[in-house]
């Protein structure tokens, strides 16, 4: 499976962006999907995570009111959209693919195992 995520940009507060992943291969639906993040000097973050069954577990409380994850199996790809964005959501968005044999728990929390990452998408928040 290869991911490609697309969506980002330089956007003001309070706006919107939707990132988009795309995957290739025919076993998108058995997957996984999450997005994480990366700021500057910071360590990776755990955004939002779907499984294949489509529940959803959401990581920092900040988030949760504002970004929504959705799947489109059909199209193979995964959606973050981001509204009420601040300057503190400026990072590096990263998708993630996970079999359904790995998944535990907490495994969004401890971030794996991950089977395949994305290239990362920049979204920046002026104030």
């Known amino acids: 499976v290869q991911l490609q995520a697309s969506g980002g940009g330089l956007v003001q507060a309070e706006g919107s962006l939707r990132l988009s992943c795309a995957a290739s291969g025919r076993t998108f639906s058995t997957y996984n999907m999450g997005w994480f993040r990366q700021a500057p000097g910071k360590e990776r973050e755990f955004v939002v995570g779907v499984r294949w069954s489509g529940g959803i577990t959401y990581g920092a409380a900040s988030v949760k009111d504002r970004f929504t994850i959705s799947r489109d199996n059909a199209k193979d790809t995964v959606y973050l959209q981001m509204n009420s964005l601040k300057p503190e959501d400026t990072a590096v968005y990263y998708c993630?693919?996970?079999?359904?044999?790995?998944?535990?728990?907490?495994?969004?929390?401890?971030?794996?195992?991950?089977?395949?990452w994305g290239q990362g998408t920049q979204v920046t928040v002026s104030s």
């Open positions: 993630a693919a996970q079999k359904d044999a790995d998944w535990y728990s907490s495994t969004w929390y401890r971030q794996g195992p991950i089977d395949y």
